[in-house]
């Protein structure tokens, strides 16, 4: 029973997180699309807080595709701790300021959606998953990127500061 519980901590944990990576957004090419100027691999560290209290420190790194308008992004993200890895792949697009896209953690094969807005280089998204929801906020300032998430379920939150390399 404790490795169900904690399993379902972890894919919940690791779906969150990746969910919220896919926001990822260079700040200062809002002209062309939220997402222009965002292609390549960005990598960071940072902490998770699971419930109960304990945190374990994760490192990810992310690969971003983006479509030509700047509009739409495909995201691959590897994320590790000491103790468990995932491998997220999502579909984010943003029309007005207004962000829908959906994800899958690939070897839990656990998935859901997204929705938010965004505005100056900062975003604030729900994201969802069929046992689920979680609020993030995500602040971009130049080729930094902090993450901020929080929710009421067994993941309580994270905080995750990420660069391109």
């Known amino acids: 029973m404790k490795y169900v519980a904690t399993l379902s901590r972890r894919s919940f944990a690791a779906c969150a ?3 919220i990576m896919t926001l990822s957004v260079s700040a200062g090419h ?3 699309g939220p997402f222009e100027g965002m292609a390549g691999v960005w990598s960071g560290r940072g902490t998770i807080e699971l419930e109960g209290g304990s945190t374990e420190r994760i490192r990810c790194r992310a690969t971003y595709a983006v ?3 700047g509009q739409g992004l495909n995201q691959t993200l590897l994320c590790a701790s000491d103790s468990y890895k995932f491998e997220l ?4 697009i943003a029309k007005a300021g207004v962000l829908s896209g959906s994800w899958r953690e690939t070897s839990r094969n ?3 959606s ?3 807005r965004a505005g100056q280089g900062q975003f604030n998204v729900t994201v969802s998953a069929p046992t689920f929801n979680a609020k993030l906020k995500l602040t971009t ?3 930094r990127q902090n993450v901020s998430i929080s929710s009421d379920g067994q993941f309580k939150g994270a905080k995750i500061s990420l660069s391109r390399s």
């Open 17 to 19: 997180v990746g969910a």
């Open 30 to 32: 809002a002209a062309g």
């Open 67 to 69: 479509s030509p308008d």
């Open 89 to 92: 792949k999502s579909n984010v």
């Open 110 to 112: 656990v998935g859901g």
């Open 114 to 116: 997204l929705e938010g």
């Open 141 to 143: 300032r130049g080729n």
